[in-house]
């Protein structure tokens, strides 16, 4: 079994910061990309980050400047820096990474955490 568990989500006000984290356990040969998603009320969810497992990262255009994305791969560990939170940043925030479960497994599998929530007060 594979489980991803997100910490550091809570409130902050507008202009703050948050760095998420989110930790993959289990049963894992390896760890492709990882990244985070949000969700907001309403809306659909939408992609935040990703982080190839070269380093490589893509961000979406809303949050580029703003937030960073990093893994340590020994502690198959992702990690959000969020900085200058907007209110339009409150959202439900998901880690997600693709799991190589067995060697000889030819695809990989996506797994995704429980969420943790981010309130940016106005």
């Known amino acids: 079994q594979v489980q991803l568990v997100e910490s550091g989500g809570g409130l902050v006000q507008p202009g703050g910061s948050l760095r998420l984290s989110c930790a993959a356990s289990?049963?894992?040969?390896?760890?492709?990309?990882m990244g985070w998603f949000r969700q907001a009320p309403g809306k659909q969810r939408e992609l935040v980050a990703t982080?190839?497992?070269?380093?490589?990262?893509n961000y979406a255009d809303s949050v580029k400047g703003r937030f960073t994305i990093s893994r340590d791969n020994a502690k198959n560990t992702v990690y959000l820096q969020m900085n200058s939170l907007k209110p339009d940043d409150t959202a439900v925030y998901y880690c997600?990474?693709?799991?190589?479960?067995?060697?000889?497994?030819?695809?990989?599998?996506?797994?995704w955490g429980q969420g943790t929530q981010v309130t940016v007060s106005s």
């Open positions: 997600n990474a693709e799991i190589r479960r067995r060697r000889y497994s030819v695809k990989d599998q996506t797994y």
């Open positions: 982080i190839s497992s070269g380093g490589s990262t």
């Open positions: 289990g049963s894992i040969f390896s760890i492709n990309a």
